[in-house]
T-cell receptor, first 111, second 115 residues
Framework: SQQGEEDPQALSIQEGENATMNCSYK?????LQWYRQNSGRGLVHLIL?????REKHSGRLRVTLDTSKKSSSLLITASRAADTASYFC???????????FGAGTILRVKS | EAEVAQSPRYKITEKSQAVAFWCDPI?????LYWYRQILGQGPELLVQ????????DSQLPKDRFSAERLKGVDSTLKIQPAELGDSAMYLC?????????????FGPGTRLTVL
């Protein structure tokens, strides 16, 4: 069973533009994480935001979390062709609990 | 840079055959995870090990799947017999601990095709 739902399912933008992906979840969480997956490869951890945080930055990435709406967004600024990948949000419900992944957003950045 | 190793990268088998996948986590990582990822979906946890002990196998189809991590280091996931619906990517990941805020490091995966 998948806890998170990403929106949109697919996104196509031009290099240099910003990309925004959204994630909604159903239950209370301890933290929410974003991962990137290049085609046919394993996942790479991007960023973790805890339930008591509202915004976090890492390089060109900005993540927000709204626990009242049970939603998160990932913003990639000044996108590059190398950002082309699938992006997944994953939630951890409790301290020490397993990660539950959403279905992902496919991002294509055209050069 | 340390990485999670998996083999084989690709496996094609016929239904009713047995298959096995191997994973070598990053050295020192106590927690090891096996995920199944069906095309177009996110990964789903099959089994989680803390050292050599299973701490979560609630989603593992135990009638046909088995997993072991005998010495608390590398791990093997087996399917016997394989079914058509088992076609998927099988991902192994590891982390320092099983705590939820720990980053999980993923291997490249094994792509299984069952004919």
């Amino acid at each position: 069973s998948q806890q998170g739902e990403e929106d949109p399912q697919a996104l196509s933008i031009q290099e240099g533009e910003n990309a925004t992906m959204n994630c909604s979840y159903k239950t209370s969480i301890n933290n929410l994480q974003w991962y990137r997956q290049n085609s046919g490869r394993g996942l790479v951890h991007l960023i973790l935001i805890r339930s008591n945080e509202r915004e976090k930055h890492s390089g060109r990435l900005r993540v927000t979390l709204d626990t009242s709406k049970k939603s998160s967004s990932l913003l990639i600024t000044a996108s590059r062709a190398a950002d082309t990948a699938s992006y997944f949000c994953a939630t951890a419900r409790e301290y020490g609990n397993k990660l539950v992944f959403g279905a992902g957003t496919i991002l294509r950045v055209k050069s | 840079e340390a990485e999670v190793a998996q083999s084989p990268r690709y496996k094609i088998t016929e239904k009713s055959q047995a298959v096995a996948f191997w994973c070598d986590p990053i050295s020192g990582h106590a927690t090891l995870y096996w995920y199944r990822q069906i095309l177009g979906q996110g990964p789903e946890l099959l089994v989680q090990f803390q050292d050599e002990s299973v701490v979560d196998d609630s989603q593992l189809p135990k009638d046909r799947f088995s997993a072991e991590r005998l010495k608390g280091v590398d791990s093997t996931l087996k399917i016997q017999p394989a079914e058509l619906g088992d076609s998927a990517m099988y991902l192994c990941a590891s982390s320092w601990t099983g705590l939820a805020y720990n980053e999980q490091f993923f291997g490249p995966g094994t792509r299984l095709t069952v004919l």
